[in-house]
Every structure is written in structure tokens, then in C-alpha cells.
């Protein structure tokens, strides 16, 4: 029979490397696409996923079991990410943006298109598209609560114990951002 | 009727209570703004969810190495750092070892050692028991070991025989 996370965590506590190597493997795929959402740098990505794993390691004897475990690992995960961020937002307020392609941005490029081309506004794919783009544009907080809530299908009260928020101040960072993002639409 | 920007996008997520819920959907459907934007928020979080774009491919195999790896590096590193960050508690303990140690060599020279000395004394005491008449040489046994010196030396002055 499966063993749930929390007890695989609770075994990962004793230092038993299979019950870590099972964590690892349920998680992997997720931790990489959310840090890769957050960060939007793929090397970055693969080495903060791999340092949260390592931080649930050293740190499983915390874990009380007051919160779900993909709470609790989502909440390391995303402080590490949110911190990365922060730390590299002023080297790139002004200069290109590189992406995973080789291709690279101005900050000007990146700024959502004052007009709306009508015939790209019925292309629904299209549309998405640059709404994905303007989603990069959002604050760290705004970022990770809308992906949190639409890539992981996390409900507000778990968010809230991710960011280490209020409820309510994930539904008005989840608000603020779906505002910005509705001007890519062409709307609000 | 007011809805703050809170209470619009629980009504959105659907994870409003009843009453509330209640009390948000007459709001919403009174207000021409709040509808459209109700209506908004749903299309993109829906476009979102299908939408969402997938990362760079990762060799899980390679991940999984890496992460071993690092995982093995940090744990050996953090024995170092256990051992580092007691340096004072470390200093003190090497001390007391120290201290102990001499102390353990010197009580090497033990009782049967010391007990051996002063037979050795008493027999020189013995044998030279006339120097008790110089009771000035006698409360200086250390110079025992010099009684060469003290031969050759003249009764202390001062002093009569008898």
C-alpha cells in the first residue's frame, strides 16, 4: 500500500534514503515546472528544486504534520525561488532578459502592446500567449499566488500557508493580478 | 451594495459560504462591472489552468544523480560545520584533557616510586647518622645527595661536639 507523504517525511526524519528517493520522485516534475513558473530560467529551476529537496532532507524533523507536506515543501520551495528573485530583479530592471530559447528582451519588449491587433485578439492561443508573457511581468507574491492556485490547483487557505499569508491577502494578490493580466486581453 | 476586491475573488474561486456567497452573487448581478469582471477572471484562470506553458525537458535520471551528490556534499560539509561551530566548548574540553593527562603522568610516578625514595633516604640517613650532629646539615636532607661536598666540610661554626 502507498505510504502518504507525511509519513514518507516522517521517515525521511530517521534518515531513511528510500522514503527520500520516493519524496523525491512524486515531487521532482512539479518542484522543477513551479520553480521554473516562479524563475522562468531553466538552470535556475533545476538547482532550487534540487536545493529545497535538500532543505526537506536536513529539515524533515520539523515537519509536524500541522499542514499538508506539499504545503509545508511548496512553502521552501517558493521562499527559495521568491528570494532568487529578489536578489537578481535589480541586475535585470534594466537589462535584457535571456530566455531558455538564447533569445533575449528588452525590458521595453516586454511591456504589454498599448493597442490590441483585432485579429490577433480572436486568436485565442495567441492571446494566451501574451497573457502567459504578462505573467512574468507580475510581482514575485502576485506571481506565485496565481501559480499556485491555477498550475497547482492549491485552494486559497493552502496558498495563504505557503506565502505565509492571510487568506484574504492571496485573494487580493490573485485580484491584482488577474487586473494587469485582463489589459493584455485588451480588456478592463 | 459593496464588494471589496477580497470577497469578489472568493465568490470567483467559489469558496464562499452560503450566506456569503449569497450575498456576493446579488451584488454581482446588480452591478454591471462586477459582472464583466467576474466573467474576465474566469475566462483567464480557465485559460491559465489549460494553457499553461511547460518548461525546458529534464533528464530525470541526471537530476536525480546531481541531487544525491549535492545532498552527500552538504552532509559532509555539515560535519565540518558541527565541528566549527563549537570552537570555544572544543578549546575547553582539549584543555581538561590536557590537564588530566599531566596529571595521570605525574601520578605515574606513583606510591611505590616515592616509597622506594625514602627508603633510599633512610639508608643514607643511616649510614651517615654522625651528620645528626650537625643538626643544621640534617634539616638540609636534600643535600644528601652531595655528601662528598659535605665531607669536606668543617663542623658549621658555633657548634660543640659531645
Redesign the interface.
Known amino acids: 500500500m502507498e505510504q502518504s507523504d507525511e509519513a514518507l517525511c516522517e521517515r525521511v526524519a530517521g534518515r531513511d534514503e528510500e522514503a527520500f528517493d520516493l519524496l523525491v520522485a512524486r515531487y521532482q516534475q512539479r518542484a522543477y515546472r513551479l520553480a521554473w513558473s516562479i524563475l522562468r530560467d531553466a538552470e535556475e529551476a533545476r538547482d532550487l528544486s534540487q536545493e529545497a529537496f535538500i532543505r526537506l532532507y536536513h529539515t524533515a524533523g520539523s515537519f509536524q504534520g500541522r499542514a499538508r507536506f506539499s504545503t509545508w515543501f511548496y512553502r521552501i520551495l517558493v521562499n527559495l525561488c521568491l528570494d532568487a528573485r529578489r536578489r537578481r530583479r535589480w541586475w535585470r530592471a534594466v537589462g535584457p532578459v535571456e530566455r531558455d530559447d538564447g533569445s533575449s528582451e528588452s525590458v521595453i519588449e516586454q511591456l504589454p502592446a498599448p493597442e490590441v491587433d483585432p485579429t490577433e485578439a480572436m486568436d485565442r492561443q495567441a492571446v494566451l500567449a501574451r497573457v502567459w508573457r504578462a505573467v512574468d511581468g507580475l510581482s514575485p507574491q502576485q506571481r506565485a499566488a496565481l501559480l499556485l492556485q491555477v498550475q497547482e490547483e492549491m485552494a486559497t487557505a493552502d496558498i495563504a500557508a505557503v506565502l505565509k499569508c492571510s487568506e484574504a491577502t492571496v485573494r487580493v494578490h490573485l485580484h491584482r493580478a488577474l487586473m494587469s493580466l485582463r489589459k493584455t486581453m485588451g480588456k478592463g | 451594495m459593496r464588494v471589496s476586491?477580497?470577497?469578489?475573488?472568493?465568490y470567483v474561486?467559489g469558496?464562499l459560504a452560503p450566506p456569503e456567497a449569497d450575498r456576493v452573487a446579488r451584488a454581482v448581478a446588480a452591478d454591471e462591472t462586477l459582472r464583466r469582471?467576474a466573467a474576465?477572471?474566469r475566462e483567464?484562470?480557465d485559460?491559465?489552468?489549460?494553457?499553461?506553458?511547460?518548461?525546458?525537458a529534464?533528464h530525470?535520471g541526471a537530476?536525480?544523480t546531481?541531487?544525491r551528490a549535492?545532498?552527500a556534499k552538504?552532509r559532509g560539509r555539515?560535519r565540518w560545520g558541527d565541528w566549527r561551530r563549537w570552537p570555544v566548548p572544543l578549546a575547553l574540553s582539549a584543555s581538561l584533557a590536557g590537564v588530566l593527562l599531566l596529571l595521570a603522568v605525574q601520578g605515574a610516578h606513583g606510591p611505590a616510586e616515592r616509597q622506594e625514595a625514602a627508603a633510599v633516604d633512610e639508608i643514607m640517613l643511616g649510614q651517615r647518622l654522625d651528620l645528626l650532629r650537625d643538626f643544621q646539615v640534617v634539616e638540609r636532607l636534600d643535600l644528601l645527595e652531595d655528601l662528598d661536598i659535605l665531607q669536606s666540610l668543617g663542623p658549621a661554626p658555633g657548634t660543640r661536639e659531645g
Request: charged letters at 25%.
Open positions: 476586491d477580497a470577497e469578489l475573488m472568493a474561486l469558496e469582471t474576465e477572471f483567464l484562470l485559460g491559465l489552468r489549460a494553457g499553461a506553458p511547460e518548461p525546458p529534464v530525470w537530476y536525480g546531481a541531487l549535492r545532498l552538504r555539515s
